[in-house]
């Protein structure tokens, strides 16, 4: 029982310093373990970008790529950073208030939660992030609303194409300003 203990005393110790980069060592009377981990997840100030993202690569803390793709100073380390993070929390954040349309581009490309997917599609200044966004899109009333809605006539007829609500398209159809929008809109209300 004691070595049991001990024994989740280390992997307790173990796990809680994985990421911060301390040494953690145990000694029993029964045998003598060392756990060392190097601590190659903390946020790097090297003024080299390319350094910086070679040192991205190497990591695994979730927390650690997050605070990156949303602090560094340069795009194309965000962007390394994004490609690694799967935490969908801090996807969406970046997704919504990234500087740089093609960080965000990448953090929709891998979000999956529709509620963000929606606020991005109907909100993000760039047609090429909300056209993303809606490819991504399943929800019947967001697409809709972006159909009906949205300024760029290519975003409008990325949401038609995933239109399946006929009273909608049937407004489209007959309202949009633009001929190709209510053509789309016609042709897939012929297949319904």
């Known amino acids: 029982m004691k070595s049991l203990k001990a024994f989740l005393f280390l ?9 911060c980069g301390y040494e953690v060592s145990y000694h029993s009377s029964v045998q ?7 601590a190659p997840d903390t946020v790097s100030t090297d003024p080299d970008p390319e350094i910086r993202k070679l040192q991205v690569r190497k990591m695994s803390s979730q927390a650690a790529l997050g605070a990156i793709a949303q602090q560094d100073k340069d795009p194309e380390v965000r962007k390394q950073a994004v490609r690694m993070l799967n935490f969908q929390p801090t996807l969406g954040a970046i997704a919504q208030q990234d500087k740089d349309p093609e960080v ?23 047609p090429e992030v909300r056209k993303l966004a809606v490819s991504k899109l ?4 967001t697409l809709g609303a972006v ?19 006929t009273p909608t398209l049937n407004g489209i159809a007959l309202n949009d300003k633009d001929p190709e929008v209510r053509l789309l809109a016609l042709k ?3 297949t319904l």
């Open 104 to 126: 965000r581009k990448l953090a929709v490309s891998k979000l999956t939660f529709q509620p963000t997917l929606g606020a991005v599609a109907q909100q993000d200044k760039d």
């Open 188 to 190: 897939i209300l012929n």
């Open 147 to 165: 159909a009906q809605q949205d300024k760029d006539p290519e975003v409008r007829k990325a949401a038609v194409s995933k239109l399946t609500f």
């Open 32 to 38: 003598t373990t060392t756990t060392t981990h190097t």
């Open 11 to 19: 992997v307790v110790a173990a796990l809680l310093s994985s990421g």
């Open 138 to 141: 399943t929800f019947q009333p």
